[in-house]
């Protein structure tokens, strides 16, 4: 499948002419259909613009586009589309009831969680936030930091083959350090529910 979407992009590009900044013309509008249907891993695009805007002016993007998809989904679920989404993807959610009590818990650390390590789809995890009582505030900076953890690590694996090894090395223990800074903000947030969940565990 992702052979299949790479080789389509490339010839789409070809089509369209389009290389430069001027494949933000298809890298947007693909990365807002990524982010309603999942038909393709978003590590593509991220390479993608890696290599053409360099490591970082390319995660940067790609952060801001994925968060522009998010948002997107999450208006259109939450404002117009819940009775079909509900219908088209109720039984799916059931799938993930667990997180979805996490959300309700945790909100922002769980979509951080969640965003980084993709055992879930993105868009059905903008699609399980519209639908649960997660603020838009807390699904703004859940979803800020998680895109930024996942393109972080993402764009730092993907460009590997770009970049020398001593500035991949470079962007991969920031990346390191931002996890610790996150982890220890998430302890000292949450040290009484993690508590609780520990003693309800052992019951």
């Not at 309603?36 to 995660?59: Q, R, W, Y």
């Not at 807390?138 to 090894?165: E, M, Q």
């Amino acid at each position: 499948m992702t052979d299949t979407v790479n080789a389509w992009i490339d010839w789409l590009l070809q089509v369209l002419g389009l290389s430069g900044p001027a494949i933000l013309l298809v890298t947007i509008p693909l990365a807002l259909l990524q982010s309603l249907f999942g038909f393709f891993p978003f590590v593509i695009l991220i390479v993608l613009h890696v290599s053409v805007f360099d490591v970082i002016c390319g995660m940067l993007i790609s952060w801001l586009i994925c968060n522009l998809g998010g948002l997107f989904v999450f208006y259109l679920s939450r404002r117009y589309l819940f009775h079909w989404f509900d219908r088209k993807w109720g039984r799916k959610l059931k799938r993930y009831d667990k997180w979805q009590r996490y959300l309700a818990r945790y909100g922002i650390w769980t979509l951080v969680l969640l965003r980084t390590i993709p055992i879930i789809p993105n868009n059905v995890i903008n699609i399980m936030s519209a639908v649960s009582p997660l603020p838009l505030p807390a699904f703004i900076w859940g979803t800020a930091l998680g895109n930024l953890s996942y393109i972080w690590l993402f764009g730092t694996i993907g460009s590997s083959l770009i970049v020398p090894r001593e500035e991949w090395s470079f962007y991969l223990t920031g990346y390191g350090m931002f996890i610790i800074v996150l982890a220890a903000v998430f302890i000292w947030k949450h040290w009484g529910h993690l508590q609780e969940d520990k003693r309800e565990r052992m019951v």
